[in-house]
């Protein structure tokens, strides 16, 4: 966790320590396998940080509600591995490669199911205010995904809707983590909903930063190829701004890039993105990821003003601008 | 509902009144689609008819549960169609093919959000309990459709673990809607045991009634083509039977029928009807499905024992000795 308030073993030796048990076993293997494919693990780790910051210890029930939202989580990368034809996740085979599409879809409902089991398995005195939070925010994640996969559809993108489907595909997840870390401890109403501000922005900002570091960084910063979404002309907030604010040559240069996907990709990368610089696209983004910065920031101080209690949060926070994938 | 307790369109109305709402538009659109595809309604009507038993009235919160209940089933339609590449469903395309696989993916897991967002919305005391028996039922209809899917790539198939598969894919989920009922109408746990056994019993002699049919009905009887099942060799109880009761020339042939697959499907329904017939796989069936009826009685005269109450349940039960698709 990279702190000292919560030990960074301690959330993966709990998920370790908790697998899934039930048959039929492919089935089984299936869920534990994704869970257990490693990861950052930022969402409940999150959730730990709050609840520790508002109740100044940890408990199994927190680790269990922790497990709830990694389950969710999982979920999540399961079925939108599906959807995008995914062979790998960390460097190993996606669930419907390593089995079958038919198992991964099953694997994905029931670790969706699971996760409702574990938060059911709480005695926490809030846990319909918990479950009602955690199911408002399931939902919203699968229209953020629908809203996604339309882009490609969709003749005319606004930044407003991009930025929407940002904020529900992939940052109402921490939010919510944060919410039902406080509300588990129990804070107050303001301090919970002071937690879920401040992973609303964060979650916005590490998208952000996700964008801009997938069309501008170097291969070896982001541990895959560079350039990707420029490769598949992806409809991020660069290239949105970029095509609103380019003109005569430079505006046909980039729609020809696009519709004619030239052979030569480092060529296409470099021109694109110097065209997207041109344009100031990169600057916007950097602007934007600042403001969600700075209000995460406001929203941190509300949330838990003490310095050594911001201390948790914070190293994920840091670790946010220097982000390596 | 085909008696006087509760009126045939009174789920039907609530379901047309509550449709899902929400954004992108095509994704409840879908969502919306497969719930007012129409269908018996049977799962949610038996939930009604528990309460009405115990409460001896119904209201808008049971009609809220009843329909949590109709959501979770149109979910599983929604994956198992992707699953089975079914084209059509009621008549009408299915979702997967009217939209596509991503928005079919998230519509089934939208609903299955949803459904459970309806319970939460409801003001049960009882509502963990009624959260718990529904999330135990959701993960074993998971569990019984993978192993649906694992039956064709297994060597050996007992009957027992084919009972299993059935009563999970099949028949936990009336049993629960039975207990889930009685459950919220505040019903002691006698009673609500009961009425989940009835809905058990009575779901694994429906399950039964439906192979039986496929082997032997008429297109006519069944509203499809007939002996699918035989033509596409799936191991129903019939086949199981059969292959474990033939001998010599007469196991041969069955054999054959099932590795050659031969041109004329005519020819090969009479063949292997007459070849079950011949190792009394039908009786055995027929047999089996008498002690489940029997048994669905039992529970029943524990569940509601008065005469006037049973007649509501005792009507879908009915109709269950003279079923047609």
Not at 7 to 27: I, M, Q, R, S, W
Not at 89 to 97: A, L, P, W
Not at 196 to 204: A, E, I, N, T, V
Not at 271 to 294: C, F, I, N, P, W
């Amino acid at each position: 966790m990279g702190n000292d308030i919560v030990d960074t073993d301690l959330f993966e030796a709990y998920l370790l320590g908790h697998p899934f048990t039930g048959k039929p076993v492919n089935l089984y293997n299936a869920m534990n396998y994704i869970m257990q494919l490693g990861g950052k693990r930022m969402r409940p780790k999150l959730l730990l940080l709050a609840y520790h910051s508002v109740k100044g210890e940890l408990d199994q029930e927190a680790l269990k509600l922790a497990l709830a939202i990694e389950t969710f989580h999982n979920f999540s990368l399961v079925h939108d591995d599906i959807m995008d034809n995914a062979p790998i996740r960390r460097g190993k085979k996606t669930v419907h490669e390593e089995w079958d599409q038919s198992t991964a879809i099953l694997a994905g409902d029931n670790l969706l199911i699971k996760a409702y089991q574990l938060i059911l398995d709480t005695n926490y005195a809030c846990k319909d205010q918990l479950l009602k939070a955690y199911t408002k925010m399931s939902a919203q994640v699968c229209d953020g995904q629908q809203m996604d996969m339309n882009l490609p559809k969709q003749s005319q993108i606004t930044e407003a809707e991009y930025l929407q489907m940002i904020q529900l595909k992939t940052a109402v997840l921490p939010a919510v983590a944060l919410q039902m870390g406080a509300l588990a401890a129990g804070a107050n109403e303001a301090v919970c909903n002071a937690f879920y501000d401040f992973g609303l922005h964060l979650g916005m900002a590490f998208q952000l930063q996700d964008d801009y570091l997938d069309a501008f960084g170097s291969a070896q910063d982001i541990g895959k190829q560079e350039g990707g979404d420029i490769i598949e002309n992806k409809r991020t907030i660069l290239l949105l701004h970029a095509l609103q604010h380019l003109k005569g040559a430079d505006l046909n240069q980039l729609q020809n890039l696009i519709d004619q996907a030239p052979a030569d990709d480092a060529f296409k990368i470099s021109t694109v993105r110097q065209l997207m610089k041109q344009a100031g696209s990169d600057q916007h983004l950097l602007q934007l990821k600042h403001v969600y910065e700075t209000s995460a920031h406001q929203f941190l101080d509300i949330a838990c003003p003490e310095p050594q209690q911001q201390a948790g949060l914070l190293s994920l926070f840091e670790g946010l601008k220097t982000r390596v994938y």
